[in-house]
């Protein structure tokens, strides 16, 4: 029964069929995606996937106590932070050497109709870090980068689906439909009524993205830009070798592969644009918005790969990036132009995973 249903779905969507590839253990990498790789381009037919909001109602994931919602305009700096950031502008900058923004994520929604599905838990999934429970899967979604559930460009494939009837944020790392087998890495699942702790889902323990976060609140939108403000943290990434070996800080919780020395980032921390930044320096006020943002809510450092930037695909929004934000467009913002924020005490990786409870209800 459960072949037949997924064959049924995969067939709604894209054949059965796909591949699956290697990463590094714990690290999603999600950069690694061309920016000009475009999810939005793609026609996926018949869906329940989403609305134009492809979240909950006003774009929050969580209650307003939830960190990524902080204005950390008068937030303390860190001891390091000139450091740091000069330790990153004379060790290759962002990842491309420039800020670029990748738009090829996508935010689902479970309606009252979406199956829930079970998967079979592949190399990529980690105890006790992950989650092995059944996963709605909408008819007409597609991963991160693909037009359907097959992974066949080998890429992270993110899963992310909203799933109201339950209150639940699913999110998975390097989905694949294959043969009519749902084949699944690691899967974070988030209760959006609650208030996650500094500890997220538990110390040493990784999600769907290397770091610990929830993604999908960090991703912003064709129609928040539209709108003309971003009132969330922003997710950024590094590669692994501009990242400092085998540390984080809260509100991370976990890192991949890291393996730069000295003061180099570090996988976890919050970053500000500097109240003084030249905004001018921007090509259009799309950037301003997104600057504005980085300057109220900051960017937390999520993941290892290329491109710094991940905002969500527009094929479920109702604007669109094309005339409106470019993928070069933050190009002209340098690692100098921030301050890095003190969020703690920096802990040693381990990859000794320990589950808390939740955190508490507002």
Request: aromatic share 8%; charged share 20%; glycine share 12%.
């Amino acid at each position: 029964m459960r072949s037949v249903l997924l064959c049924t779905l995969a067939l709604a969507l894209v054949a059965c069929g796909g591949s699956s590839g290697t990463q590094s253990p714990n690290d999603s990498g999600s950069g690694d995606n061309d920016a000009a790789t475009d999810a939005g381009d793609d026609d996926a037919g018949s869906s329940d996937a989403g609305t134009s909001d492809g979240g909950p109602s006003a774009g929050r994931f969580f209650p307003d106590g939830a960190w990524m919602y902080q204005d950390i305009s008068d937030a303390g700096v860190n001891t390091e932070s000139k450091a740091i950031t000069d330790w990153l502008a004379n060790n290759g900058s962002w990842g491309t050497g420039k800020l670029q923004i990748d738009t090829s994520i996508e935010v689902l929604t479970a309606v009252s109709s979406t199956p829930l599905l079970d998967f079979q838990a592949s190399s990529d999934f980690y105890s006790p870090d992950c989650d092995h429970v059944k996963m709605p899967v909408p008819v007409g979604g597609n991963l991160e980068g693909e037009s359907g559930y097959d992974c066949t460009q080998d890429g992270d494939c993110h899963l992310l689906v909203v799933d109201g009837r339950t209150n639940q944020l699913f999110e998975m790392w390097r989905a694949d439909f294959t043969g009519g087998t749902f084949n699944g890495g690691c899967l974070a699942v988030w209760d959006m009524t609650r208030v996650y702790g500094p500890e997220g889902r538990g110390e040493q323990c990784t999600s769907a993205d290397a770091a610990g976060f929830p993604i999908s609140p960090l991703l912003f939108t064709a129609d928040e830009v539209a709108a003309g403000h971003i009132d969330h943290a922003i997710r950024f990434i590094l590669p692994n070798a501009r990242m400092r070996k085998k540390t984080y800080v809260h509100p991370g919780t976990h890192a991949g592969g890291p393996s730069a020395t000295g003061t180099a980032p570090v996988y976890g921390s919050r970053w500000r644009l500097k109240p003084g930044f030249d905004m001018s320096r921007l090509p259009n006020e799309a950037a301003r918005t997104v600057a504005r943002a980085l300057q109220k809510y900051g960017m937390a450092l999520a993941d290892g790969g290329n491109i710094a930037f991940t905002a969500r695909s527009d094929q479920r929004t109702t604007h669109k990036w094309s005339g409106l934000l470019g993928s070069h467009d933050l190009q002209a913002i340098v690692p100098g132009d921030f301050e890095v924020l003190d969020t703690g005490t920096v802990t040693t990786l381990t990859f000794d995973c320990t589950r808390t409870p939740l955190g508490v209800r507002p």
